[in-house]
């Protein structure tokens, strides 16, 4: 809740309506959630990419960019990720409104933390999980944090020494092991069809 009662959200001068007709498309936020390495932010670019080259408005708040900027002060304590959560939800938010595709590349490991997402944005709201395996992300390591966190160098790493459940009911599911970037991409897009986001490939 706000800290002051004396606010007031202000009016905007253009609807998202009006903006949704100029883009040609809804407005809608895509949580791409999986292992760390699962290929999140690979899949999110490439969809960022393609979107771009249709004319579609779109943005990516990738994880790791949030984390060095606007969620910078927050650590991994469980009500740091909660907060790191919440700040990217009414971001997500804030951009659907204004009629962006967004494309949120984050591990948001547990079911709680992807709620908010939900209750925060609602109809606007799609889950889509990059179903890597542990064992497969393990061994992709890019950033050696898993190496790291077997070590104990690391504590609290999702996959590790802290939990990740996948989602229940995601609204799509993309095995990021086995399935090549172009063959994922190409499901997500028909999905973002069929769903109504973007126009029916």
Known sequence: MPRSNNLLAPT???SRAQRETRNGHRGTAILLTGLPAAG?????QALHAELFEHGVQSVVLDGDGLR?????????TDSDRLENIRR????????????QVVILA?????????????????EDY????CSASL???????????????????LAGFTGVSAPYEPPPCASLALDTGALSV????????TWLGECAVLPKR
């Open 126 to 129: 799609r889950e889509v999980w």
């Open 182 to 189: 172009e063959a994922c991409l190409d499901r997500l897009l």
């Open 12 to 14: 905007a001068s253009i």
């Open 68 to 76: 060095v900027g606007l969620n910078r002060d927050l650590g991994f």
């Open 40 to 44: 999140k932010s690979t899949l999110a």
């Open 88 to 99: 990217a939800s009414e971001l997500a938010a804030l951009l659907v409104e204004n009629g």
């Open 106 to 122: 984050m591990i948001a490991p547990l079911v709680e933390l992807r709620e908010l997402f939900a209750r925060r944005l609602g």
């Open 135 to 153: 064992a497969v992300c393990e061994q992709r390591d890019p950033k050696g944090h898993y190496a790291r966190a077997r070590r104990g160098e």
